[in-house]
């Protein structure tokens, strides 16, 4: 279970550095954690760690840690609360080993910088998503529509196997039915990710198993 949790804490951690590098933002990553020294985009941690035991004071070292700065602390055993931060929220991390191809339809690949824009747009992220994604080869936006092709819920996958699932929403009323169709997409891989509460239920409807607790402290 703790490889489990490694992994998809890497996968965040490449994703949050690849949406960084979107907004002009380099970070280092290196065997404790990711970083940027910058502040990151919005709803964006400035810190990852990617193994337990990372002492706060050197991982708060490599960012601006100022009022606004986040931390994901992907196994929930920093105490950041002696440096001005508090708990914004606790999750899971969940991983799906590869299953047989189901039966629902996959998403559609959002391909060009207008159809990312429309997904932009029914996400609620707005300028946060930019065309650059696009061309990143670890990097998968995906959509699905209805019948008059307005787009009623998607996905982001990054990774190449196993794929982490971020960004999710839908615009309908179950949610297991767009984990159903993000598991669809890529039948044969594995994919890890993570959910609060309540959304975390509709993930583990999907075949998804909870494996680890993680924590994002903000600094308010």
Known sequence: ????????????????????????????????????????????????????????????????????ASVKDSFADLDLSGYGFRVLFDARWIHRPPLPPPVDPPLDPVGTADELA??????????????????????????????????????????????????????????????RAVCATVPGAPLVGYETTPELAAALAAGFTATGQLRVWLHA
């Open 1 to 68: 279970m703790l490889k489990d949790v490694r992994t998809a804490a890497r996968d965040n951690a490449e994703w949050c550095d690849i949406v960084c590098a979107s907004h002009g933002l380099t970070g280092q990553t290196d065997a404790d954690a990711w970083s940027v020294p910058h502040r990151s985009p919005q709803w964006y941690p400035d810190a990852v760690t990617v193994r337990p035991g990372v002492a706060a004071v050197a991982l708060l070292a490599r960012i601006d840690a100022g009022p606004g």
């Open 118 to 179: 429309a997904w932009a747009a029914a996400h609620g992220g707005g300028e946060l998503f930019r065309p650059a994604l696009l061309a990143h080869p670890r990097v998968r936006v995906l959509a699905r529509h209805d019948d008059r092709g307005a787009i009623t819920g998607g996905a982001v996958l990054s990774g190449d196997g196993p794929y982490g699932v971020s960004n999710l929403f839908t615009r309908t009323d179950d949610s297991c039915d767009i984990w």
